[in-house]
């Protein structure tokens, strides 16, 4: 069983950044994506970035130019760097890899705060 820990949430200012990690105990080299989800009190869990085997990432909206995702497969190990943090970008961040033939790896999540 793959296990997914994650690190470098916390409380931060708003317009301050953070960069998270995601280390993953095996290769993940062969992984078809990678990438985090937030939750926010009361909402439903959304995909915030991911990026894929070749490198390309996808954002979603309110991150984009804001948010970079980066996996180096070296370190078995996916960040996301975060930028110009706003209130709303409050919520738990989990970690997820999407392994080749076999279901999804989920991190424990990571509290990311940002203050007024």
């Known amino acids: 069983q793959v296990q997914l820990v994650e690190s470098g949430g916390g409380l931060v200012q708003a317009g301050g950044s953070l960069r998270l990690s995601c280390t993953a105990s095996?290769?993940?080299?062969?992984?078809?994506?990678m990438g985090w989800y937030r939750q926010a009190p009361g909402n439903q869990r959304e995909l915030v970035a991911e990026v894929r085997r070749d490198g390309s990432p996808i954002y979603e909206d309110s991150v984009k130019g804001r948010f970079t995702i980066s996996r180096d497969n070296g370190q078995n190990t996916v960040y996301l760097q975060m930028n110009n943090l706003k209130l709303e970008d409050t919520a738990v961040y989990y970690c997820y890899a999407d392994p080749l033939r076999s279901a999804r790896y989920w991190g424990q999540g990571t509290q990311v705060t940002v203050s007024s």
């Open positions: 095996g290769s993940i080299f062969a992984y078809k994506g």
